[in-house]
């Protein structure tokens, strides 16, 4: 016997700390005053009757009970994860354990006023629904009824008499969305603060102001072309300057000795970990992701994935149908709606996430077995403030073609050299879009994703910084495909600038508020991070033109610019691109590619592709600011592990 239901109320963002091994058949609610007094069966006696029934074998049982204990996990999670046993007779066995109603939430559906009382994201966070009234009761349906003792006192101060009923997990969740996917679908669009989001954009007349400031630059080109040419010249330089001394800080600053790492910490109790992969129309890919995904070596009880696919994406839909997925691995269809976008189906599936860490991979990631352990391990080595990891990005088709040897050249560069620099300085990162792990407290304190930025990473990682938090780069590898052709490559890269531009604006609607929350350092790393590489990409061609000089060409800027002004600035670009040979060399040295520093110096002629992919993106600022150019995967997937 147990005195029961002590906990507080959980509040509409309520998280469990651990599960309970009691659980409960509540009988009908007492009189006012009196205590309430619960007989509740243990998880090992359910164990006990399923052995006693023949559904599962004892060696499973003595595994499945260690397992529970050791990461103080779900008995029914378990079990299911480990094949133990299919889900049916489980449920069924676990009615007749709890003697509780088994009951299918698809079937009769729930009421969505009783959802409404709660709230659908607390329903599907904790796995139960409020079903149907029973008289003066309401019937909880529940997964886990271990559990609903902690629950009760509270559900009973909202509805009154409650009766647990059981359902599975799956039919539950189907059940909660299927009732409240409207809600579900407005609130994975909303959740950011509306001063941190750019789904105002058109309605508080940005995008008007920078048609105004385009036409302005067409207007000074037709009144006076030199003095144009002349201004974009010295900002060109000037960024260009500011953007090469960050990287030359960054290298610096990646060079010094570390001290050597504590040997990985001693965890009693291994964290749940969710694992968000957003799929839409890879139809080629499921199959090959399902293999990647079943190399992580983290235990199959504590992993938590889930496939996130558009309501209306048959082409993705039909073939995870076609895969015999594992019990860890769900799929979360997200209700059709106008907004299409990866951040939006990521704050969708948020709440279905089981794990107090979140994690994030594209659908062609190839991710190291062990990344989940070093992901736990560091989380569990540094202090609350550091919310977010962010791991090393390579390419699993480097030698592809010319295209792929940049693409892995600039990664290279970027992930093992730059960042790792950016982390020492102390500046805020703009993170990728995967192999990225956060507490989930902080994260939706934060308001997940903007549903409505097409780089929603980069934003993210400027939202962590503001708000006091710390992202740290983490050794750890996931291989995934280089996207190695050109029309794909500058619509890839025309989607990741214009959600800088979108980012920049955002952020600097209040320029005061952000260096306050940010500090003068970190400010200062925003603007050269940000519009600083955005101005590199849009003036590119003024700088190709001076290297017009030491090819004997007349620059037409000769005659405005004193010699020693011209020759400073040559000399300016001329570091530049000794500079970025060596951070690439260095950076392309830390992988494990046997790829012939030859290639480096093509990077000059990589570039420009980044200049017309930057043009698009301005365009579409105006025209079609949340449009998401979709990247195709699976194109190149050869040598990818099999």
């Known amino acids: 016997m147990i005195a ?11 998280q469990p700390e651990s599960h309970n091994n009691a659980s409960v058949k509540l009988k009908p609610a007492p009189e006012k005053g009196r205590q309430i007094t619960i007989t509740a069966p243990s998880v090992r006696s359910l164990g006990v009757t399923l052995l006693r029934e023949g559904l599962i074998s004892p060696d499973a049982l003595l595994m499945a009970l260690s397992l529970q204990k050791r990461h103080s996990g779900r008995l029914c999670d378990i079990l299911l994860s480990r094949h133990f046993i299919e889900e049916k007779p489980l449920y069924e066995a676990q009615a007749r354990h709890w003697n509780v109603r088994l009951i299918d939430p698809l079937r009769q559906t729930p009421d969505p006023r009783l959802i409404d009382m709660i709230g659908a994201a607390t329903c599907l966070r904790e796995g139960f629904v409020p079903w149907q009234h029973a008289g003066q009761a309401v ?9 609903f003792a902690r629950h009760y006192k509270w559900l009973r101060s909202v509805y009154g008499p409650v009766i647990m009923a059981l359902a599975p997990a799956s039919k539950i969740h189907q059940a909660v969305m299927k009732a409240r996917a409207g809600v579900l679908n407005e609130a994975a669009e909303n959740r950011v603060s509306t001063a941190e989001s750019c789904r105002n954009w058109g309605s508080e007349g940005l995008a008007i102001k920078v048609a105004l400031f385009f036409a302005t630059i067409m207007f000074g080109l037709w009144l006076s072309p030199t003095f144009m040419a002349l201004a974009f010249t010295a900002w060109a330089s000037l960024t260009l300057a500011l953007s090469t001394g960050l990287r030359l800080g960054a290298v610096f600053a990646a060079l010094k000795s570390t001290p050597p790492s504590p040997p990985p910490p001693i965890i009693a109790r291994l964290p749940t970990v969710s694992i968000m992969v957003a799929l839409f129309e890879e139809g080629n890919i499921a199959s090959r992701l399902v293999r990647r995904l079943d190399r992580l070596d983290y235990p199959r009880d504590l992993l938590d994935i889930l496939l996130v696919v558009e309501e209306k994406d048959n082409l993705t839909r039909d073939a995870l149908q076609s895969v015999d997925l594992p019990p860890w691995i769900r799929v979360v269809v997200v209700p059709d709606g106008p907004l299409k976008t990866k951040p939006r189906a990521l704050n969708f599936a948020l709440d279905l996430c089981r794990g107090s860490i979140i994690g994030v991979y594209d659908a062609e990631d190839a991710p190291e077995p062990s990344q989940i352990h070093k992901v736990v391990e560091r989380f569990y080595q540094r202090e609350g403030d550091v919310a977010c990891l962010q791991g090393v990005l390579d390419f699993y088709n480097p030698q592809t073609n010319w295209l792929s040897r940049c693409f892995t050249m600039e990664y290279a560069a970027w992930f093992r050299i730059i960042l790792p620099g950016l982390q020492r300085l102390g500046l805020a990162i703009p993170l990728g879009g995967t192999t990225l792990f956060f507490r989930r407290d902080a994260l939706e304190e934060l308001g997940g994703w903007d549903a409505h930025n097409v780089t929603e990473d980069a934003d993210l990682g400027m939202r962590l910084a503001r708000h006091g938090y710390r992202t740290e780069i983490l050794d750890t590898v996931t291989e995934e495909e280089a996207n190695c052709r050109a029309i794909p490559w500058v619509k890839q890269r025309s989607r990741w600038l214009k959600g800088y531009m979108m980012t920049w604006a955002v952020h600097m609607r209040s320029p005061r508020l952000l260096w306050k929350q940010l500090g003068a350092r970190k400010f200062i790393g925003f603007q050269i991070l940000f519009l600083c590489t955005l101005s590199q990409f849009l003036l590119a061609p003024v700088l190709w033109s001076f290297w017009l000089v030491p090819l004997g060409v007349p620059h037409p800027l000769a005659a405005a ?18 500079i970025n040979l060596t951070v690439n060399i260095m950076g392309l040295s830390k992988t494990k590619h046997k790829m012939s520093l030859l290639w480096v110096p093509t990077l000059h002629f990589y570039f420009p592709l980044g200049a017309l992919a930057s043009y698009k993106a301005a365009w579409e600022m105006v025209t079609k600011p949340f449009y998401w150019d979709k990247t195709s995967h699976g194109h190149f997937d050869q040598s990818a592990p099999e």
């Open 139 to 147: 019937v909880i349906a529940t997964a886990y009824p271990e559990e």
């Open 561 to 578: 610019l004193p010699p020693v002004v011209m020759l400073g600035l040559v000399g300016l670009y001329l570091l530049t691109e000794v």
């Open 4 to 14: 029961a239901l002590p906990l507080r109320a959980p509040s509409h963002t309520h």
